[in-house]
């Protein structure tokens, strides 16, 4: 059983920074696909950005694309999301998922059915 947990979010104005962490337990870490999703108050859960095993492979939603940066510390089984640039639209419940199902290189999954395991979020609040 593979375990998400979520930490760094908290209160923070609006052009601030903060940085999330995501830790996963088990061995098999380093295989997985990972990614952050994040919902909104009364909002659906949407996807933000995901990592692959490599590393150096990322993808953006355009709504934070240039602001968040998302890396991965395979030694650590560890996953981070950089957030700079915050605005008040991005307050929200961040998720960090992970997707164990090895697939295409070259493809990467937005929707949040495609991710086996979850975390249980961390609130991020932006005050203007």
């Known amino acids: 059983q593979v375990q998400l947990v979520e930490s760094g979010g908290g209160l923070v104005q609006a052009g601030g920074s903060l940085r999330l962490s995501c830790a996963v337990s088990?061995?098999?870490?380093?295989?997985?696909?990972m990614a952050w999703f994040r919902q909104a108050p009364g909002k659906e859960r949407s996807f933000i950005a995901a990592?692959?095993?490599?590393?150096?492979?990322?993808y953006y939603s355009d709504s934070v694309k240039g602001r968040f940066t998302v890396s991965r510390d395979n030694a650590r089984n560890q996953v981070y999301l950089q957030m700079n640039s915050l605005k008040p639209e991005d307050t929200a419940v961040y998720y960090c998922?992970?997707?164990?199902?090895?697939?295409?290189?070259?493809?990467?999954?937005?929707?949040?059915?495609?991710?086996?395991?979850w975390g249980q979020g961390t609130q991020v609040t932006v005050s203007s």
């Open positions: 088990g061995r098999s870490f380093s295989t997985y696909t």
């Open positions: 998922a992970a997707r164990a199902k090895s697939d295409s290189s070259n493809y990467w999954y937005t929707s949040a059915g495609a991710y086996e395991f």
């Open positions: 990592i692959k095993r490599t590393g150096g492979s990322t």
